[in-house]
């Protein structure tokens, strides 16, 4: 009897070769589907996430695809598609982290920002939705930082986020009629290498917790393996915060 919940399933994470990413790749891969996942600049890590995938006889690939160019989203959905024949689920964990006094703040970060965090999502969901069917799954990987933000320099991240409650709201409405639901997972402090557990700012934010500790990356990954399986198909249009009490 086949117990892993995605068997059959094709998944792509948009910014899947470390932290978050890589850890849903890896659960979804172990829940049984064929994992696709983009990288911009980590080859190596992308490479050996591929490989350890493989040689337990999953399914990987990776692809290069920066989240800024809507012609490497779309050619990232294609080549998804073309290597195993089918795409029903999108994780859209591509983001950026741009932080400075607001009379500081570039106009290009902020840019940037809504390029990567937002434009992102809507590009990968047009195009992935083309190949989706009934039972198709989109998640986007956003913040509890759209509902709280609590220290200054940080007001377009905070934006970012909050614009994708709404897109995945709005998508939840278009795709709902084919079955395709959609879904905003919003993670607090995580540890990553890009935002560490030890470090003197993680204090600072642990103090704000009702929890007093960081997320680890698996603990993102269940839930979005949740997301993704058969028995969360009543959920849709929904934005779900795992973030120990952040922003209780």
Do not use: C, W
């Not at 939705?129 to 220290?151: K, L």
């Not at 934010?205 to 698996?218: P, Q």
Request: charged share 20%; aromatic share 6%; no cysteine.
């Amino acid at each position: 009897m086949n117990t892993q919940s995605l068997s059959g399933k094709v998944a792509l994470i948009q910014g899947g070769s470390r932290g978050i990413g890589a850890a849903i790749v890896k659960r979804l891969a172990a829940e049984g589907a064929a994992v696709a996942f983009t990288y911009v600049s980590s080859a190596a890590k992308s490479e050996e996430l591929q490989n350890s995938i493989t040689a337990t006889g999953g399914k990987a690939l990776a692809i290069k695809a920066d989240s800024a160019d809507a012609d490497a989203i779309r050619h990232a959905v294609d080549a998804t598609v073309e290597a195993f024949g089918r795409l029903d689920i999108l994780v859209n964990n591509a983001g950026v982290l741009a932080m400075a006094p607001l009379d500081e703040f570039k106009l290009e970060d902020f840019d940037q920002t809504l390029a990567i965090n937002v434009r992102s999502v809507f590009i990968a969901t047009q195009a992935a939705a083309r190949h989706m069917g009934e039972g198709g799954r989109v998640i986007n990987i956003g913040s509890t930082n759209a509902d709280r933000m609590p220290f200054a320099g940080g007001a377009p991240y905070a934006m970012s986020k909050s614009a994708l409650v709404g897109l995945t709201k709005g998508l939840a409405r278009d795709l709902g009629p084919r079955g395709i639901t959609v879904n905003n997972v919003q993670p607090g402090p995580v540890d990553t290498d890009m935002n560490p557990a030890d470090s003197e700012f993680a204090s600072s934010l642990m103090s704000l917790m009702a929890i007093g500790r960081y997320g680890n990356v698996d603990e993102i990954a269940s839930f979005v393996a949740y997301l993704a399986g058969p028995e969360a198909g009543y959920i849709t249009g929904a934005s779900l915060t795992i973030d120990g009490g952040f922003g209780a």
